[in-house]
């Protein structure tokens, strides 16, 4: 089977919101650092482009965590399958997602991060399908909420697939 992929957010829209929300961001933490955490491997693309419009200084772990399969249906298991290098005691975090979806990933993530003694702690998601939640997450930055189809670019996938592409994309089966 082969996919069409059609447009529904374009590169200069994504881009322009990505300015938009770093902007927001830079002066929400003026005068502080701020350590982001990159959630592999959807959340690379984004956390980049965000990163380096953000005028703060800045440091960045990495963490991989699985929720999902191959497929387009979520498996409702979280595992974390790389762990952060740094600790992150008095530090203010932020984690950066490409999507918040049923929300299992991210209310498990908040959890174990905040055990970790953060200063602060917020969540920053490219992409937001709120219909979709099924466990509470507080979103404190959010570039796009989108209406419940699969999406893939800008760093999400189908089976691994489409991750490259420079916009938002629905894909559709044929
Ligand atoms: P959640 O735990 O259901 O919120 O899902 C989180 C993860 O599912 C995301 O980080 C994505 O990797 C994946 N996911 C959810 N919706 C989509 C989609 O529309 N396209 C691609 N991946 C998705
Ligand atoms: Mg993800």
Redesign the pocket.
């Known amino acids: 089977m082969s996919e069409k992929i059609r447009v529904l957010l374009g590169e200069e829209e994504v881009d322009q919101r990505i300015r938009k929300i770093a902007a927001r961001i830079s002066r929400d933490y003026a005068g502080k650092e701020i350590h982001l955490i990159c ?1 592999l491997k ?2 690379v693309f984004f956390t980049c482009e965000l990163a380096k419009r953000i005028t703060v200084p800045v440091s960045l772990d990495f963490m991989s965590v699985s ?2 399969g191959d497929d ?1 249906k ?1 498996s409702g298991v ?1 595992k974390i399958v790389k762990d952060l290098d740094q600790p992150l005691e008095g530090k203010d975090v932020l984690i950066v ?10 209310s498990y993530l908040m959890k174990v991060l905040e055990s970790r003694n953060p200063s602060s702690l917020r969540l920053c998601t490219l ?1 937001d ?1 709120p219909q ?1 939640r ?2 509470n ?1 507080k979103v404190d930055y959010c570039c796009f909420e989108i209406p419940d ?4 670019g800008y760093g ?3 089976a691994q697939k489409y991750r490259n592409l420079p916009f938002i994309g629905v ?1 559709e089966s044929r």
């Not at 189809?149 to 893939?152: A, D, L, N, P, R």
């Open positions: 959630v959807g959340g929720s999902y387009t979520s979280v997602e490409d999507i918040v979806d049923s929300g299992r990933t991210l992409l399908k979709r099924v466990k997450v189809e699969f999406v893939v999400l996938d189908y894909v």
